[in-house]
Nanobody
Framework: QVQLVESGGGLVQAGGSLRLSCATPGRTFSTYAMGWFRQAPGKERDFVAA????????YYAESVKGRFTISRDNAKNTVYLQMNSLKPEDTALYYC????????????????WGQGTQVTVSS
């Protein structure tokens, strides 16, 4: 099992932007679909966005659609999450993972979870 490495989180004011990165050291991940999830204190881990291995399809939770963009650079083995127009309710620990199961919306379909990167949005 390979653990992914998330980075790019931080503290930002409402309306601001952040770009998260997810690296996969030592693994070529171009053949895998990837996803971003987030978890706020006391809540379940929720789907945020997913991208197919060929980058043909990108999928978003309704709460982030139009504000967040998922992308990937297979040459760098890295997937990104560009987050714009951030809101206080976006505050959470953000994780990336590799999709192995059939449901891209379900965290149980993913493996190789990283430690996460904290995003805090102040009002």
């Amino acid at each position: 099992q390979v653990q992914l490495v998330e980075s790019g989180g931080g503290l930002v004011q409402a309306g601001g932007s952040l770009r998260l990165s997810c690296a996969t050291p030592g693994r070529t991940f171009s053949t895998y679909a990837m996803g971003w999830f987030r978890q706020a204190p006391g809540k379940e881990r929720d789907f945020v966005a997913a991208i197919e291995r060929s980058d043909i399809g990108r999928y978003y939770a309704e709460s982030v659609k139009g504000r967040f963009t998922i992308s990937r650079d297979n040459a760098k083995n890295t997937v990104y999450l560009q987050m714009n127009s951030l809101k206080p309710e976006d505050t959470a620990l953000y994780y990336c993972a590799r999709q192995l199961g059939s449901s891209r919306w379900d965290a149980r379909s993913y493996v190789d979870w990283g430690q996460g990167t904290q995003v805090t949005v102040s009002s």
